[in-house]
């Protein structure tokens, strides 16, 4: 039923009786309803004389060719968040409230890390490490990241875990935004604790 809306009914039906909406953003070569009838002139068009506004994001070229939503996604998946960043003018990032771990980061290995939960329906970088910065409080810092599992350690589940570069005391509740910026290796699994600070600290 919803892919049989002509481009008029999609307006009114969603745009306006669903989400009252008083902004519209579309891709400079946005097609919808049936048989792609509506496009960004149509849609100007018809936001405009709605009271809706409305903004065409234009055509991004980089290495001379367009800048697509699927291929950061896929450069993201891939681990490949520098390319990703230059295609998206920004680093990519995931944020979150900071868990209770198994606090083996900070009293046996010493390397505290903060700890978030994998988000649901967000575009996950490949696992592994990644050089990143992490956002507290407003302030930014330089820190290594893993996502995935944790194979060295026991009561091992996946998550996000940040190590951040100072000391900040009790973290647990506060909201953090993790930028990540380069990919460095796969997961690994270290047959102690004292190796794995050992290459943490490289």
Do not use: W
Request: proline share 2%.
């Amino acid at each position: 039923d919803f892919m049989k809306l002509s481009y008029i009914d999609f307006i009114d039906s969603y745009l306006v009786d669903a989400f009252n909406a008083g902004f519209v953003a579309a891709g400079f070569n946005y097609r919808f309803g049936i048989g792609a009838e509506g496009n960004t002139e149509k849609l100007t068009r018809e936001c405009a004389s709605r009271g809706i506004e409305i903004v065409v994001v234009q055509e991004v070229m980089y290495n001379g060719k367009t800048v697509s939503s699927t291929e950061i996604r896929n450069e993201i998946s891939a681990g490949n968040v520098d390319k990703a960043a230059k295609l998206m003018g920004r680093y990519y990032s995931i944020s979150g409230i900071i868990k209770e771990g198994n606090k083996l980061g900070r009293s046996v290995i010493g390397f505290p890390t903060a700890n978030i939960e994998i988000p649901h329906g967000r575009v996950l970088p490949k696992l592994g490490v990644y050089i990143a910065v992490a956002t507290l409080d407003g302030k930014k810092y330089t820190a290594i990241c893993n996502i995935g599992e944790k194979p060295s350690v026991e009561n091992n589940y996946p998550c996000i875990e940040t190590h951040i570069d100072g000391d900040f005391g009790e973290l647990y509740g506060k909201e953090i935004e993790v930028e990540f910026c380069k990919f460095i290796r796969e997961i690994s699994c270290f047959d102690s604790l004292e190796k794995l600070a050992g290459q943490l600290a490289a």
